[in-house]
């Protein structure tokens, strides 16, 4: 077997890293975790709204009615470790809006917010300040819930 396929059934395997990769990584996820918790807080303050019922005829149009018709039955998946999520992923009509924190190379934070339209291409947004980002997220979320 070649160097290059070891290498990488060692990294798939998850026994590829030393430990100097392993507490860098752990790093990188606390920061992350640790700035997103505004969202995932805010995620679960309104995670008992109502949906709007147009939002969940066009989401589900045959089943709808047997859904959960709450905000977080709208959740797809938590970004990052289930105990220090840096982001998550929601269904919307015709596909989903992820909102995600992630370090640039520099350490600096971006946090990112990606509306993935079936058979279209990703629309990306990137934010600096995470008040900003904060704010499109309630945008966003006012946009699916009874208000």
């Known amino acids: 077997m070649n160097q290059t396929l070891q290498r990488l059934r060692q990294i798939a395997q998850g026994t590829g890293l030393d430990e100097e990769d392993s507490a ?48 977080a039955g709208l959740l797809i998946a938590w970004i990052g470790p289930p105990t220090r999520p840096h982001g998550l992923r929601l269904a919307i009509p015709y596909g989903s809006l992820t909102f995600e924190v992630a370090l640039r190379q520099d350490g600096s934070p971006v946090f990112l917010c990606v509306r993935d339209i079936l058979s279209q291409r990703p629309a990306i947004m990137e934010f600096n300040d995470r008040k900003e980002w904060l704010e499109f997220f309630l945008k966003a979320i006012a946009d699916l819930v009874e208000i």
């Open 24 to 71: 860098k990584r752990e790093q990188r996820q606390a920061k992350c975790a640790q700035l997103a918790q505004p969202l995932i807080q805010s995620f679960h303050d309104l995670g008992n709204e109502f949906v709007k019922v147009e939002v969940l005829k066009r989401l589900w149009p045959d089943d709808y009615e047997q859904r959960n018709d709450r905000l």
